[in-house]
């Protein structure tokens, strides 16, 4: 049974659409493929999920506000490399939906396949790796893995007072757009008790711990080559040895040192001053500490001093 949501209203009727249309639009997307000269489509369904089962693809998992714009930038400058961040659908629905736990894993599977499919069977026909970067795959990876089987992973952290005063100043929990699609405790999370109280920078704190238990928890279920961990500072450091093992890690050459201080010097959709519905964070040193403390074994865990 679906548990209540901000979102439930529409649940049930936004799942029966789903699932009705899964199917055809599959087969509207396998006719399209022919269409546009998809010889090694014509054989039908078998192919396609042959050349998925091929494809190279590596996704991003982080909280978000962790430099995942500019990391794409950055292997997107690799000719090997198809790199997109938060493309169309951005699925911010989606993923909250499996957040809260509706759906079984074979229609979460399908699901990520019609949103992204056509996009990894591009990359792969013309030679390249699928490079994608969003906060949202953080709650689909379980489903991306099934889908796409050679799919790599790649953890991005950041610390977790950076991601707190960043998620407080863009209004995280305090009236932000995505806010009916940002994940918040379950029932069955003893926070749910004490979250309509809690200030926007506990909320945060929140955030920034349960999903990267859920990236770590999933990365022990990959073998050791499909998985790779990144602390955002690191990447800003341009030291030869970060960039090398990322792009090692990719299986493309990395670019010149040149390209790589020019494109990190930019920093993408980084923070400038507050959003509208935001603020500066305000709480007390004590507090502040306090939180740290609670997260201190997942900030280890990750890497972070």
């Not at 979102?7 to 899964?22: D, F, N, Q, V």
């Not at 990359?123 to 990876?141: C, D, V």
């Not at 790589?260 to 959709?269: D, I, P, T």
Request: some cysteine.
């Amino acid at each position: 049974m679906a548990r209540p949501s901000p979102i439930s209203p529409r649940l049930a009727r936004l799942l029966e659409r789903l699932h009705r249309g899964l199917g055809r639009l599959d087969r509207g997307v396998h006719a399209a493929e022919v269409l546009n000269g998809g010889a090694d489509l014509r054989r039908g369904p078998e192919a396609w999920d042959e050349l998925r089962t091929e494809a190279e693809v590596c996704f991003v998992l982080s909280t978000g506000r962790t430099a995942t714009a500019t990391l794409a930038e950055l292997v997107g400058t690799s000719a090997r490399i198809a790199a997109h961040h938060e493309p169309e659908p951005r699925l911010v629905t989606m993923s909250y939906l499996a957040w809260e736990g509706h759906g079984d894993p074979a229609f979460w599977s399908e699901a990520v396949g019609l949103a992204r499919d056509r996009a990894v069977l591009a990359a792969h026909r013309t030679g390249k790796l699928y490079f994608e970067s969003s906060h949202r795959l953080s709650l689909l990876a379980p489903a991306l893995a099934d889908r796409y089987p050679r799919a790599r992973f790649l953890l991005v952290s950041r610390r977790p007072e950076e991601f707190i005063t960043s998620g407080v100043r863009r209004g995280f929990y305090a009236g932000h757009p995505w806010d009916h699609a940002r994940p918040r405790p379950t029932a069955d999370d003893p926070a749910a008790a004490q979250w309509e109280q809690w200030p926007p920078e506990r909320r945060c704190a929140w955030l920034w711990r349960s999903i990267n238990e859920r990236c770590l928890e999933f990365a022990e279920t990959l073998p050791s080559d499909r998985v790779m961990t990144l602390r955002c500072e690191d990447l800003f450091t341009r030291e030869p040895a970060v960039i090398d093992a990322l792009f090692r890690f990719l299986g493309a050459q990395p670019p010149s040192r040149r390209v790589v201080h020019k494109v990190l010097a930019q920093r993408r959709n980084s923070q400038v001053g507050t959003f509208p519905w935001g603020r500066e964070p305000d709480w007390s040193s004590q507090e502040r500490e306090h939180v740290l403390a609670e997260l201190a074994e997942v900030t280890g865990r990750l890497g972070h001093a």
